[in-house]
């Protein structure tokens, strides 16, 4: 994390304000917002076509959109969602105790065998998107053909919460068990409205805010014995409190508006803040929404978030070393690591790997690497795959010598 603010800081440059013709991206290529919440109809895509069906639960009540382009229409851009997932699900979720409707934003590939999996489940950082995981989800799909891919998206960043009586007006609250109820809200919604059983043997892939958010899934144990292990991108206790009294200095650097989604991808990779030319292509065009006036400008008020910033990362690192489940942090450097990490990892308590030639979008920056290292996770802790010794009695019973 502190190496995003350092990045950013000291390399924010300015951009090109004309574009050529050939490089001025449409309108749609920003990801629509969609519609507020309550209103009627399917939500749009890039292409404007849609379909939709519907599955409920006693105590909630989900509805979904799964949208893609449809083929009467013109051919989805090599950047749109499709090309990374099978579905794009929008669930509703009525809260009456709390007084909140949400409208939940995910994207999903199905694993082929639900009961065996594997589900990598994805929580992306703050001010990023669920598209923060779209190569990486190709990626891991070339090593397992049959794995699932669910990325969610949080409150302000895709998905929408509102109050059940003004639904026009947002609820600003990105407090940590707020955030990670979300999660989980999203998580079984999703197991609704696909009529699984049960949720597949998973992994848990948070990366910065979201290394919070599903080591806290995993602290509480929220989706029971069905997760396997939990994995944590480039964030720690110490480093992200430390980094946090630059984030202000951060925001106040980066541009607030863009003349072009591609002036936008550009300043990502210019600044390094993404370093990966297909990631920047696949996850920029999502952070932004087009103003009146046809410029650029972001998707997420991250200085709405201010309040909770240092509640998101404080105790995480003993909430990480005591969550049940196999563990894996992956790291830009090593000089994140704080003590209580430092004594954990020589006790052997979780995996360790650094990854020196990615900044803070490790995901993005490497995302073969990145898939590499979560699918030979996924394999090693696999319970599925263990093979018991045949028990003693059985034996005997079998009529063979012990």
């Not at 449409?26 to 629509?32: D, I, K, T």
């Not at 607030?256 to 803040?273: C, N, P, Y």
């Not at 590499?372 to 005997?396: C, M, T, W, Y």
């Amino acid at each position: 994390m502190s190496d995003l603010f350092r990045q950013s800081v000291n390399q924010n440059q300015s951009l090109p304000t004309k574009q050529s013709s050939e490089t001025q991206a449409p309108a749609a290529s920003a990801r629509p917002r969609p519609k507020p919440i309550g209103t009627p109809g399917p939500l749009p895509d890039h292409d404007g076509s849609s379909s939709d069906s519907s599955a409920s639960s006693a105590d909630s009540a989900a509805s979904i959109n799964t949208i893609r382009p449809s083929s009467r229409e013109q051919v989805a851009p090599p950047t749109h969602w499709t090309n990374y997932f099978a579905q794009e699900l929008y669930l509703d979720h009525a809260d009456p105790a709390q007084g909140a409707k949400a409208q939940y934003h995910v994207y999903l590939t199905p694993p082929t065998d639900v009961q065996k999996g594997p589900l990598f489940i994805c929580h992306h950082g703050a001010g990023a998107s669920g598209l923060s995981f779209a190569i990486f989800a190709q990626e891991v799909l070339k090593k397992i053909p049959g794995a699932g891919i669910l990325s969610l998206e949080a409150r302000a960043h895709g998905s929408i919460v509102a109050k059940q009586d003004n639904e026009q007006e947002e609820i600003v609250d990105f407090s940590l068990p707020t955030l990670t109820q979300d999660a989980l809200n999203m998580i079984k919604l999703m197991q609704t409205t696909m009529n699984w059983p049960t949720i597949p043997p998973s992994v848990l892939v948070g990366h910065s805010l979201g290394g919070a958010i599903c080591t806290q899934l995993a602290v509480d144990f929220a989706l029971g014995t069905q997760i396997i292990g939990y994995a944590v991108i480039d964030v720690v206790e110490g480093s992200a409190i430390e980094a946090l009294q630059h984030m202000r200095t951060y925001l106040s650097s980066r541009p607030k508006m863009f003349g072009s989604v591609d002036e936008a991808i550009q300043w990502h990779l210019r600044s390094r803040t993404v370093r990966d030319q297909r990631s920047a292509e696949a996850s920029v065009p999502s952070l932004l929404i087009q103003t009146p006036s046809g410029k650029y400008t972001w998707r997420t008020d991250l200085n709405a978030t201010a309040p909770w910033w240092e509640d998101w990362f404080k105790g995480m690192s003993e909430k990480f070393l005591k969550g049940r489940g196999a563990k894996l942090l992956i790291l830009a450097g090593t000089d994140r690591l704080d003590k209580d990490l430092m004594i954990g990892q020589m006790q052997g308590k979780f995996q360790l790997q650094v990854i020196p030639e990615a900044g803070h979008f490790v995901q993005e920056d490497v995302p073969e690497k990145a898939a590499q290292l979560l699918v030979e996770f996924f394999k090693r802790n696999d319970r599925g795959a263990l093979v018991l010794p045949p028990k003693v009695s059985d034996l005997i019973a079998q009529g063979k010598k012990v």
